[in-house]
Structures are given as C-alpha cells and as structure tokens.
C-alpha cells in the first residue's frame, strides 16, 4: 500500500483548502466461495488506486465555525476488504 497526501489553498477563496490523496493497494489473495463445488478457492484480486479529495472551509461565518465535504473512491473503483485466510 502506497498513499500519497497533499493539500493546497485555493485561488477562489485564500482560506478554502482542497486536500487529495491517491491510495495505491497492490493485488491481495483472498479465500472466496466456489458454489458450483461447494470449496473455498485462493484468487487474487487485482490491484486498486483509490483517488480522494477534501475540501474545507474555516471560520465561515465566525470564528470556530468550519465547513468540509469530500468523497472517497471518487472514481468508484472496486475495493473488496477480503479475508485473507481460510477459516
């Protein structure tokens, strides 16, 4: 897992701030369920980058008061929290 952070003012507004962040997740094994033969089977799953963004806003209409919204896995990409062993 690799995961890169950053964050920048704006040139809309001096104090909004926009942070992305990138989460590269190499490919991963997990035990998944063979219906046709009713037995558990190792697969690996591909691997995945999620792209992520923030953004915030202090002191809106007074001092104390912050704003922030943001969305993670932007692109929608498949992210499967997986177990990792038979069990």
């Known amino acids: 897992k690799i995961t ?3 964050s920048f003012k704006t040139k809309f507004s001096k104090k909004m701030t926009v942070a992305p962040s990138i ?3 190499s490919s991963k094994y997990s035990y998944e369920l ?3 033969n009713d037995a ?3 697969s690996e799953l591909p ?3 999620l792209i992520n963004l ?3 806003y202090p002191d809106l209409f007074f001092e104390g008061l912050d704003l922030g919204a943001g ?3 932007l692109f929608d990409e498949e992210n ?3 177990q990792p062993y038979d069990g």
């Open 71 to 73: 969305v993670f896995n």
């Open 54 to 56: 923030y953004v915030s």
């Open 34 to 36: 063979d219906v046709a």
């Open 80 to 82: 499967r929290f997986v």
């Open 23 to 25: 989460v590269y997740m």
């Open 4 to 6: 890169y952070l950053n």
């Open 40 to 42: 558990k089977v190792l």
């Open 47 to 49: 691997a995945v980058t």
